[in-house]
């Protein structure tokens, strides 16, 4: 049955979402955007202090992190709305939340009591630094990891001191690893019929997306530093001012080099002894791009741009996010997906970075109100009506 209409995908499999913030939803939003029966469990309003997590519905960071979801509210600090969410995981084929270790052991819904329960659940964590250690119970926050992670020791310019990446890269990539995990751990069921405990972690996904940064300390023991916007280790690949503007140029090889030089008239640049090998450009790096920049400040970015893409050399404009939107490509690729509302205006979204040639995903359906479907979820998962009723009376949803 197909709940939210994005696609058949996932279709059968109900997922109850417990997560709050940003990694923990990013992860349902996966399965949501592939049509997964998505439950997002929130705490009654009436019980919610101050600021509500993720900020207002209407935000726009809230409306990217929820579309595709259904809401129904329980009250944990009942025993009959914990009840309801262990009646709830007894059908559902994943649980996805981020409560601090200690609070999902209180309530006795961490993943040995729902296991019990239901011994099919995927049940996914997603936490700052794991579900054990001497940090385990510390507050995640995706700056914290960028910069235990080591990302912030090598974005920026040299000599500039740390800097955090634009986006908030630790929470993203943690939860994307949690949604690889559930879809892995749901492959991995059909064979064993069994579920399992997926863990994830702000950190882990940090240091995972260190990359060949990382493999550069584990391997050759090499320490590496800010580079601002030169490649660290393919050169000539960085920013370059022109006539109007900046452009990213990537050389990398001398097949590439010598096609740059051509390009931009600059055939003197490789036959020059300091700029023969790649292990010469690396060691004369400033120099080399002093020399290109003298060259491209003479034309404009799209008269670069045209002559190197005719030429075979990567390059691309430096695009504000309007901008962004607005290129011939980003457009026919149909990226940004709109969800039609009461008003008839219309959202935006950007949507999955990936096509199935049979089920697609869409934005669908707009990110529900708090509550909006209690009482249709809970009917579907076998609630009569005097039930439901019973529960509003002790304010359990």
Known sequence: MQVNGTSAALARFTVLDLTRVRAGP????QLADWGANVVKIEIPETLESGEPAGGPRDNPDFQNLHRN???????????????????????????????????KDRLGIDYESMKKINPRLVYASISGFGQTGPYR?????????????????????????PVRAGVPIADLSAGLFCALG????????????????????????????????????????????????NHPTSI????????????????????????????????????????AT?????????????????RLLGKSSAEWIARLNEAGVPCGPIYSIDQVFADPQVQHLGIVQRIETPDGKGKDFVGQPVKLSRTPSRARRLPPERGEHTEVVLTEFGYSADEIAALRRANAI
């Open 26 to 29: 990013t992860a349902v939003r």
């Open 69 to 103: 979801k259904r809401s129904l509210t329980l009250n944990f600090k009942s025993p009959e709305g914990v009840a309801v969410l262990r009646r709830m995981a007894a059908k559902a084929d994943v649980l996805v939340e981020n409560f601090r270790p200690d609070v």
């Open 137 to 161: 119970d510390r507050p995640g926050f995706d700056q914290i990891a960028q910069g235990m992670g080591g990302l912030m020791s090598i974005t920026g310019l040299p000599g500039q001191g």
């Open 182 to 229: 559930i879809l892995v751990a749901l492959l991995e069921r059909e064979q064993s019929g069994e579920g399992q405990w997926v863990q994830s972690s702000l950190l882990e996904a940090q240091i995972f997306m260190l990359d060949f940064q990382a493999a550069r300390w584990l391997q050759k023991r090499e320490v590496p530093k800010q580079a601002g916007n």
């Open 236 to 275: 000539p690949t960085g920013v370059f001012k022109t006539a109007d503007g900046h452009i990213n140029v990537a050389a990398a090889g001398q097949p590439m080099w010598e096609r740059l030089c051509r390009a931009i008239g600059a055939n003197d640049l490789a036959q020059r002894p300091e700029y």
């Open 278 to 294: 790649g292990q010469l450009r690396s060691s004369n790096r400033d120099a080399l791009n002093a020399d290109l920049q003298r």
